[in-house]
């Protein structure tokens, strides 16, 4: 661990980010949400999605599927996913992109009783070809009255429509006879795909962020088209005020961004979570060598200028910690606590 010049404290609290920065390859973007899904994020999961560089890509077509792939994912959880005693549903959403496929992963708790109808649905998608998907979505929309399951079924269709590649899917059993429903949607941006990372890691991310009492990770271009949509996402969970100091974080990146770099859109990490009731905000970006001490120097300032305080034991740090991720690039480091 490598601590800029005047900075001493922080490295054991960030240990988390490094850990999370490391479980993703470079070049690549990933979102992973946990906890309470609720409608209105839908037009923030859209944006977000729209704004990442999903393969230099000037397809249009794999685009508008794409943006239409997150959605109709996102909206099955809260269609389908069993509610809680609060009326919302709790959950798991997520993507992967990379230069050759774009993996969204949704992870929902299911009623029993829809464990076999829906493993049967799924089956019988993955075993049609496209023609005959294309007549049993015209029988639904003829004959379907559009209650639960016929909604289901006709979702479950365009999506494999859409993204040309069968359901993956897998039916986890939770105590007290509650179970898991995991799905994964592709969409391959080329004739000869790579193998993207399957269930099992998105279940170890999960899992990871349960544990951790992570409620989400980002890693990707830190610039203001794909870091609001998250802001959008956090500042609009149910509990009034829980994140209103996610626009100072918005407002320090950005003075940090246009004061040492040409462009904005430095890539990085963002994770939010929470210890022992404290929320915080911890932010990695990716820098030369010679360019973290004057971070950590406008770093602390825009602290400062942001009146970040905090009674509590994990405050925001004065130190500002970087490690070497690379042969030529540093991870800079550093938490807020709102």
């Not at 509610?83 to 549903?89: K, L």
């Not at 496929?101 to 049609?128: C, E, K, M, Q, Y």
């Not at 105590?175 to 799905?183: E, I, N, R, S, T």
């Not at 996402?233 to 003075?255: R, V």
Request: charged share 25%; net charge negative.
């Amino acid at each position: 661990m490598d601590t800029p010049r005047g900075c001493s404290r922080g490295e054991q609290h960030l240990e988390m980010l490094f850990y999370a920065y490391q479980m993703f390859d470079g070049g690549v973007s990933y979102y992973g949400y946990r906890g309470t899904m609720m409608d209105h994020f839908t037009e923030a999961i859209l944006d977000l999605g729209s704004h990442i560089k999903q393969a230099n890509t000037d397809n249009v077509s794999l685009k508008k599927r794409a943006s239409f792939l997150m959605v109709e994912c996102f909206q099955n959880i809260l269609r389908h996913g069993i509610q809680e005693e609060s009326g919302e549903a709790e959950g798991f959403f997520g993507f992967y992109s990379s230069s050759d496929f774009l993996t969204i992963n949704t992870i929902n708790g299911i009623n029993p009783s829809s464990v076999d109808p829906l493993r049967s649905a799924l089956d019988d998608i993955n075993a049609l070809s496209p023609e005959e998907k294309k007549q049993r979505y015209r029988e639904i929309i003829q004959n379907e009255s559009f209650g639960e399951e016929g909604g289901a079924g006709l979702g479950l269709i365009e999506i494999s429509r859409k993204s040309g590649s069968k359901l993956k899917y897998e039916m986890e059993p939770k105590p007290l006879g509650k179970f898991c429903f995991h799905q994964q949607v592709t969409i391959h941006y080329n004739d000869e795909p790579t193998i993207p990372p399957q269930i099992q890691f998105t279940k170890m991310v999960e899992k990871w962020m349960e544990d951790n009492a992570i409620h989400m990770i980002y890693r990707g271009k830190l610039d203001h088209q794909s870091l609001q949509p998250i802001i959008d996402i956090m500042s609009g969970m149910a509990k009034a005020g829980q994140w209103e100091n996610l626009g100072k974080l918005m407002d320090t990146l950005k003075e940090i961004q246009h004061s040492l770099f040409e462009t904005d859109a430095q890539s990085g990490i963002m994770v939010v979570g929470q210890h022992e009731g404290t929320r915080f905000i911890q932010v990695g970006i990716e820098v030369l060598p010679q360019e973290k001490d004057a971070l950590c120097t406008l770093a602390k300032m825009q602290f400062k200028a942001q009146q970040w305080k905090s009674a509590d034991a994990h405050r925001p740090f004065a130190a500002c910690v970087s490690r070497s991720v690379g042969e030529s690039k540093e991870l800079f480091t550093f938490q807020l606590v709102p």
